[in-house]
């Protein structure tokens, strides 16, 4: 009975699909990265902060999950799988060179080296099938058409490649990519030592033939091991072709990244640039063998020299401003000459002109109407959605009152998107331009994704041809996922916000229309950047600072002002909109034409809520306040609860006590924020009296239900969660409590 399990053990031992399987484990684990990376990213843990699983589990094509777009992840991930297979061929080829004399090897070695993709591919048939239904919530019958158009796109490149990539005949291509991929051209410059030499081959007995039938190995008739090695690079040529090919496409992709239909879907892009990587690893490992480690370095190392001196620069540009005009100095000095006294009272001045026109606009029997200041926090597509939905749900209570009233908003990242959309569509209405600001496809707008452009962009454009030039808003331009990003906002909101920030300056200066400030944190100094369509100076210091004539603290940046000879109202609103929800790695930093450099990302960082600058200028305007309004209501929208609490995180292992200690900023980022902007009330309180109310409306995810992700795209049930806290018990008291105060006495 023992010998008879062993013999069985052998068998299956010997068997070369399992040895090909183990081979990856053994052998260059380098290449079993990307299928590392895949399970993680598909089980949410990889950038799942990203919402980076929402992109192979329900791919978009033309902005919806559908069979086309299902049918080009599924065509994209043969490629990676036909990438997987060409490239461990190449590699391994000297551990199998009995395989070479089988007819067809190429295709029997794809049979035999399928294990790993065939796991990976039930793994992720099911984990799509159960996205979704349950998070999409898509039909049964939906969702077997999706996974019905994932594979016919798998089969149909397939069988392309076999059709095409490994047959034997010669042609022109071949005939020049030969040349190519021919490693004596190294080894001609770089001479190979024994290191090169791998004698560790397979012990196989039996192998899967075409008609996927077990044969014995033995039975294949020996050659000459020169013979061998010549049809082993006729398959190292094809592994070139294959790389040249998922290159071209992703240029021509990037290229014509304007034509909705040739936008696939951000996954099938990526898988394509794995596809790529893939074979230039296995490039690299094949020509250089020993060597692998230090032509590594000198390709890392000319990347560096190449990012040093400018000649590619991973940073983005804003849209719509002069950077051939002369570049202000930034420095303390700088700045301490621009904003000081002068400058803080002129455009306090100016801003109480603007609040006078308000206030004549709005004034009730009694002359003192109520002011609101909204404040809204960052979040990325889910706090883009609550906020409008909050506010649009707020505001059709109080029967259009919320916006007439409100003289200023700010805040974060996603929420301000929600934020300026809400107040564009007013102003639309305002104009007679659209009958009603409450309609349904205006919440569906701002929930529409935009994960799909940036990655793609990412994948296509970015990495692949990051030279294409564009003509926007009267200058030239480079294009990248920051501009694909903006693109897809315009889309998505039917050209409401294909605006410039110079184009609300007027309206708000007659009061007609809130002012809002988009902000953005100075990498370089971690100041406040402050983009407004009017002078905001006086939010650039506290008053306190200003008797401190020598070294005035300044925290913040007045853009326009900063920017005067830069066209600054030039500026795309869809910009100012990128720069403060500029999450790190998602969208590329911003750099701005100054000297040195100022370069933006997400507002988050210095204040995730808009309290910090909500709360100054209330200070700074407490006695217009005091003796123009009846009082003064600080709205805010959170996407996270208030003062949550968080289960404790017990250091039981190293990992975790390695881990918690680094990441407790990073992880606890929003409460810490929040606990500071606890003492900023209490102050502010002080001198504000009973005047000063608070109303909070933050994002309750439903009891049991996990809360949306942080990311740029919101999936069904996300959206039925964040429709159905708008009704928590929490949030009704306070619509309730701003409806009762918008209301004349």
């Known amino acids: 009975m023992q010998n008879q399990a062993r013999k069985i053990f052998t068998t299956v031992f010997r068997f070369l699909p399992v040895q090909l399987f183990l081979l990856h484990f ?151 990519i030969a040349r190519i991929a021919n490693p004596k051209l190294i080894r001609s ?122 000649v590619v620069d991973l940073r983005s540009i804003a849209y719509g401003l002069d950077y051939k005009a002369a570049q202000p100095k930034y420095d303390y000095n700088a700045l301490k000459a621009i904003f000081n006294s002068e400058r803080f009272y002129m455009d306090r001045d100016a801003e109480l002109h603007r609040l006078n026109n308000w206030k004549n606009n709005v004034a009730d029997s009694a002359g003192k109407p109520p002011l609101v200041i909204i404040s809204v926090s960052g979040g990325g597509s889910r706090a883009a959605f609550w906020t409008f939905r909050a506010l649009q749900y707020a505001d059709s209570l109080s029967g259009g009152n919320l916006f007439s009233h409100t003289v200023m908003l700010t805040g974060a990242s996603g929420g301000m998107m929600g934020a300026t959309y809400w107040r564009s569509l007013h102003n639309l209405h305002r104009e007679g331009r659209i009958d009603d600001p409450y309609k349904g496809e205006y919440q569906k707008n701002i929930a529409k994704d935009l994960l799909n452009s940036i990655v793609f962009s990412l994948a296509s454009v970015d990495l692949i041809s990051p030279f294409n030039k564009i003509s926007l808003a009267g200058y030239s331009y480079t294009k990248d996922r920051g501009y694909a990003m903006e693109q897809e906002i315009i889309r998505n909101t039917d050209g409401v916000l294909d605006k410039k920030i110079g184009d609300y300056k007027q309206q708000e200066a007659e009061g ?38 020598t070294y005035p603290p300044i925290d913040g940046v007045d853009f326009a002002t900063f920017f005067s000879d830069n066209n600054p109202y030039n500026l795309r609103l869809t910009t100012a909109l990128r720069m403060t929800a500029t999450f790190p790695y998602v969208l590329p930093v911003v750099k701005l ?133 708008m009704y928590h018990t929490e949030n009704i008291k306070e619509i309730q409590k701003l409806v009762r105060l918008l209301t004349p006495r």
């Open 512 to 549: 007609k229309i809130p002012m809002a400030i988009i902000n953005g944190t100075i990498v370089n100094d971690g100041r406040r950047l402050m983009i407004a369509a009017q002078p905001v100076g006086y939010l650039t210091q506290s008053e306190y600072d200003l008797q401190n004539e």
């Open 189 to 310: 410059i770089i001479p190979y030592d024994s290191l090169d030499i791998d004698m560790d081959l397979l012990k196989a007995d039996t192998y899967l033939s075409g008609r996927l039938k077990i044969k014995k190995l033995s039975e294949v008739e020996t050659y000459h091991p020169r013979l061998l090695n010549t049809v082993m690079r006729k398959h190292s040529r094809n592994a070139t072709t294959a790389t040249l090919f998922a290159i071209l496409v992703l240029f021509l992709l990037g290229l014509f990244n304007e034509q909705p239909t040739l936008r696939v879907p951000a996954a099938a892009s990526f898988l394509l640039l794995f596809s790529v990587v893939m074979g230039l690893v296995g490039s690299v490992k094949y020509f250089l063998r020993s060597w692998e480690i230090l032509g590594w370095a000198i390709i890392i190392s000319v990347i560096g020299f190449l990012v040093k001196e400018r």
């Open 593 to 725: 034409p100054s000297k040195p450099n100022i370069n933006i990302m997400d507002a988050g960082l210095r204040d995730n809520f808009g309290v910090e600058l909500s709360n100054r200028y209330m200070h700074v305007f407490r006695n217009w306040i005091k003796e123009n309004t009846s009082r003064v209501i600080m709205l805010q929208i959170r996407d996270t609860r208030q003062f949550e609490v968080f289960p404790p995180s017990e250091m039981n292992t190293l990992g975790k006590m390695l881990y918690d200690p680094l990441f407790a900023i990073q992880n606890k980022w929003e409460p810490f924020q929040s606990y500071g902007h606890g003492y900023i009330k209490d102050y502010l309180k002080e001198y504000m009296g009973d005047r000063l109310e608070y109303v909070t409306l933050q994002y309750i995810p439903d009891e049991g239900k996990k809360s949306a992700a942080l990311n740029f795209h919101v999936t069904a049930r996300e959206q039925e969660d964040l429709l159905k806290s």
């Open 26 to 176: 053994r052998k260059y684990q380098l290449f079993l990265v990307f299928w590392i990376i895949l399970v993680l990213t598909i089980t949410g843990d990889f950038a799942a902060v990203f919402g980076a699983s929402t992109l192979f589990l329900a791919p978009e094509y033309l902005g919806q999950t559908n069979f086309r777009g299902m049918l080009l992840l599924g065509g994209a991930m043969a490629v990676f799988v036909m990438a997987w297979h060409i490239t461990t061929f190449i590699i391994h080829h000297t551990r199998i060179p009995f395989f070479g004399a089988v007819r067809y090897a190429f295709i029997k070695y794809c049979l035999n080296n399928s294990v790993l993709p065939l796991l990976f591919l039930v793994f992720y048939t099911i984990a799509s099938i159960r996205f979704q239904l349950f998070h999409e919530k898509a039909g049964i019958l939906q969702v077997l058409r999706f996974q019905a158009g994932f594979y016919f796109g798998f089969a149909l490149v397939v069988i392309l490649s076999f059709a095409y990539f490994f047959r034997v005949g010669r042609d022109l291509l071949k005939t020049v």
